[in-house]
Nanobody
Framework: QVQLVESGGGLVQAGGSLRLSCAAS????????MGWFRQAPGKEREFVAA???????SYAASVKGRFTISRDNAKNTVFLQMNSLKPEDTSLYYC?????????????????WGQGTQVTVSS
């Protein structure tokens, strides 16, 4: 069983930055694919970024060039650095984990989910 705990959300002005963290339990974190998703009220869950166990990354078109996903396997943590934030980035951000080597943008491929951390970007 894997538990995921997100942190780092908050209120920021447009153009600002935030760094989200997701701490994972479990001794095999280094072999897990990880992802970040977000969901705003009244909207469907949306893919943000993913990283394979080997470090291959992918991004949604809406965040590419502004967000960076990374992982520190020694600390069982995955990060999402968010720069040049826009009001439309306002959402509840979830960390997700999968026992596969890479799970990409399909949320149904992820087995474990955190509780989410709120990001609010003011204009």
């Amino acid at each position: 069983q894997v538990q995921l705990v997100e942190s780092g959300g908050g209120l920021v002005q447009a153009g600002g930055s935030l760094r989200l963290s997701c701490a994972a339990s479990g001794r095999t974190f280094s072999r897990y694919a990880m992802g970040w998703f977000r969901q705003a009220p009244g909207k469907e869950r949306e893919f943000v970024a993913a990283i394979s166990w080997s470090g291959v990354t992918s991004y949604a078109a809406s965040v590419k060039g502004r967000f960076t996903i990374s992982r520190d396997n020694a600390k069982n943590t995955v990060f999402l650095q968010m720069n040049s934030l826009k009001p439309e980035d306002t959402s509840l951000y979830y960390c997700a984990g999968s026992g596969a080597s890479y799970s990409g943008s399909d949320y149904s491929h992820y087995d474990y989910w955190g509780q989410g951390t709120q990001v609010t970007v003011s204009s």
